[in-house]
């Protein structure tokens, strides 16, 4: 059992995991071990304080040495499901189940929407995570949407499993060609199946039936990763705690809303770091 | 009239002047062009991201140079009253008078609580600004509560003028002998008066009369600053945005509450920057 378990890699999750480390609790990491994405492709960065005028890569790699500095170790792997337990959550990732006492989701924003059908068949047909479902669609068809390049190895391991495999990447050039993976470029209009995933409807009218549809997104909506959790339009809803609705479970940087900036970010994670260690102290460990 | 006058040169207003200067607005910052005195005596600083791990000399110089390198000016008074003038503020700074369409408080924390009688006799013979008030008690006796050796040239230009003085310093050890300066260590337990100031009580019991009775403190408390503010316990109160009870007055860092970090108060700064950017675009300029 973790003291916190903090989703995301980025400045928000950086900084809060810095506070947390120093203050000696027992957390675990979830993220790209490279760090965010959005802040490495910053061309320059000017009014973040103590850095001076820095591009994103250069920030980006004082990042990572900082969180190396205090032996501050990274788990890459993708968390798909959160539940919680009452006094504790349960996380799943990549087919690990971990616990912690407390959650920081500081997972970014999610660009793209989900499907029309997606949310209400997930678990029924869709699914985030190649490698915990892959096993389930063993000689059968399959649609994948890929959100980036680098979850390109998990559809080359769908495409070992499945006997054919739709694929609908998200970016090009896409470096899949293999003889069972047909390139859609149509746009998916619908997840489409009752009780489960049966086909699915692209923008060009066309029905693919499909046994099973993965989504391989840089993260989750927050909603679908953790049920329940209160939204305030695409954000997730915090008070000044960072806290949010649910007790436990904190949230921080652009996840929470505007500004989409770095020194926001970073001041929202010392925030929830902070309330963290108030909840810890108060509540008392149960399990 | 300026967009916006930021109060205090702290992390937080740091913060702030960066991201309005960046977005070309026109602004005036009022503050220790030293930066802040609370990061300069931090020992060790680790977990602000971006710097690894610095002494806060290190962190406060980069501050400085990162604001000379934005060509970002400040101005090293101190604004002793705020007034809001419905449309923009008219703030008062030692002896002069500013204009702002709006106000950004980043004055950290008050680490002195006022005196009691203090509040009450403000302007009756209380007063914050050697400058401004000095002349009124040429050959007068007064008494000086000086909160920090930096404030002894301040307490000089007053026993230039005044024929006695009774000083009170919060610190040792004073740096002033003068034959007119008599050096109180009986702590100030009351400031006297019913119209005007007339004596100061001490914790001895004795009674000092005098003319009038100057304060000099690194800060002042926020609701003496600015008059109809909204507090919380001793913080400023905001919202999400940063925004106080009054339109156009923001506040971030320290003075809106704990935790008190160097993290917490860039994140408010940058917050407010961008709540301050949407009011001056929504608020026509009407003067």
Chains 1, 2 share one sequence.
Not at 17 to 30: E, H, P, V
Not at 61 to 73: G, I, M, N, S, T
Not at 104 to 120: D, M, N, R, Y
Request: aromatic share 8%; charged share 20%; glycine share 10%.
């Amino acid at each position: 059992m973790f003291d916190t378990a903090i989703i995301g890699t980025g400045p928000a999750g950086l900084s809060a995991a810095l506070t947390l480390k120093m203050r000696g609790k027992d957390l675990i990491w979830f993220g790209s071990d490279q760090f965010s994405g959005k802040v490495e492709k910053s061309e320059k960065i000017g009014n973040y304080p103590g850095v001076g005028m820095v591009t994103g890569q250069e920030l980006n790699e004082r990042f990572r040495q900082q969180a190396a500095e205090l032996d501050l170790k990274v788990t890459d792997r993708m968390v798909t499901n959160i539940t919680d337990m009452g006094s504790y959550f349960m996380l799943l990732a990549d087919n690990e189940v971990y616990e912690a006492r407390s959650v920081l989701l500081s997972t970014g924003v999610v660009a793209s929407k989900t499907f029309p059908g997606e949310e209400a068949l997930l678990g029924r047909g869709v699914s985030y995570c190649a490698t915990c479902d892959g096993m389930f669609y063993k000689g059968k068809t399959i649609a994948v949407f890929c959100g980036a390049a680098r979850y390109e190895h998990e559809v080359n391991y769908l495409a070992d499993l499945a006997s054919k495999v739709y694929l609908m990447p998200a970016y090009r050039p896409c470096g899949i060609s293999r003889d069972n993976v047909e390139l859609i470029t149509s746009p998916i209009k619908e997840v489409m199946g009752t009780t489960r995933v049966t086909a699915l409807r692209l923008g060009s009218g066309e029905e693919l039936p499909v046994d099973g549809f993965f989504c391989l997104r840089g993260a989750i909506a927050p909603a679908t990763l953790l049920p329940g959790l209160k939204l305030n339009g695409p954000h997730i809803e915090t008070d000044r705690q960072q806290a949010t609705n649910i007790a436990g479970c904190f949230a921080a940087g652009d996840c929470t809303g505007t500004p989409y900036q770095i020194a926001k970010a970073v001041g929202e994670g010392n925030i929830a770091a902070h309330a963290i260690l108030d909840y810890l102290a108060e509540t008392p460990d149960t399990k």
